[in-house]
């Protein structure tokens, strides 16, 4: 049987017809399926009904994550603002797994939870790492709980800088500057510091140091051998920290909020909410995660972008 030639184009329209009906199929099951999701989500939220407490209603606990290298964060001191001022928030679970950061931005999220603390009761549960800035952040609340293995400590400033000048000499590259003083961009790459230089960058670090250790010692009465160590900027664990009083107690949120029942009265069954530090709508997260595209959520940290940043010494 010979191929008849269809000069109406009828099987094509058909198979066109078919692969549509196909298309729309799947994308009305898809939509079924979002807004399923969604509804019931929503459901869940209005409901109070979820042991996470992502979708609390009410009064409830909030658990806030301080993570990674801390800078000045607005976004995160507008949410710590809020729930200073959120009356439905009873207490604040603050997890703290941060080396520390710039001291202006540990001094500002410092401040941030003092406010806090001052509204409702703050419990600090260190996780792996709460050192240098990590602990200036953790001694702002009321209790700190650290495991035995947390690292913790490093109380103490640092400033590194390069020395590029024995490099360039070898490459025969020179580099000029023109000053406004003579302790202007100081200390520089280009140069071995002279006396002055070194005395400037000292008294800095020093007074970094004062403000950092007075923040300390207000906040935890610690006896004279154990400031000696703390001076020294050393690191300590968990389980070193405690009988020096650097921390109140070895464990983890369980022990946060057993002390917050004992001392506060929080209700051990009142629910916790997640709080993300960029403001995101807990609920709206969860709903994203729940249909495979929390990654989503993640997208604007892990954009490439330029930096705007003035360091004179690079």
Not at 16 to 45: E, F, G, I
Not at 125 to 147: E, K, N, Q, W
Not at 182 to 192: G, R, V, Y
């Amino acid at each position: 049987m010979g191929w008849t030639p269809d000069p109406n184009g009828t099987a094509d329209r058909m198979v066109d017809r078919r692969r549509l009906k196909r298309q729309v199929v799947l994308w009305r099951s898809l939509a079924l399926v979002v807004v399923t999701v969604l509804a019931t989500l929503l459901a869940m939220r209005l409901a109070g009904d979820d042991s996470s407490g992502a979708f609390a209603k009410g009064p409830h606990i909030a658990r806030l994550s301080i993570a990674g290298v801390i800078q000045t964060d607005q976004s995160l001191l507008d949410r710590i603002d809020r729930l200073t001022r959120d009356g439905t928030v009873r207490a604040v679970l603050l997890h703290i797994d941060s080396p520390g950061g710039t001291y202006a931005g540990a001094e500002a999220l410092y401040g941030a939870l003092r406010q806090l603390a001052a509204a409702k009761p703050v419990v600090a549960v260190m996780d792996g790492v709460a050192a240098s800035g990590g602990y200036m952040a953790a001694v702002a609340t009321d209790h700190i709980v650290a495991r035995a293995g947390t690292i913790t400590g490093s109380v103490g400033v640092i400033m590194q800088m390069p020395r590029l000048k024995g490099l360039l000499d070898s490459l025969g590259i020179q580099v000029e500057e023109v000053r406004s003083g003579p302790l202007k961009a100081t200390p520089s790459p280009f140069e071995t510091p002279d006396e002055p230089a070194r005395a400037a960058t000292r008294a800095l670090i020093d007074d970094l140091f004062r403000q950092f250790l007075t923040i300390v010692t207000s906040r935890r009465p610690l006896a004279e051998p154990t400031l000696e160590q703390v001076r020294t900027g050393r690191v300590f664990t968990g389980r070193q920290a405690l009988p020096l009083g650097l921390i109140d107690a070895i464990g983890g949120e369980a022990e946060a909020r057993h002390w917050l029942a004992s001392e506060h009265g929080i209700a051990a069954d009142l629910p916790v909410r997640n709080v993300d530090s960029d403001g995101t709508d807990d609920w709206v997260r969860e709903a994203l995660k729940r249909l495979g595209a929390g990654s989503l959520l993640r997208i604007q940290g892990s954009v490439d972008g330029p930096w705007v940043i003035w360091h004179p010494s690079l």
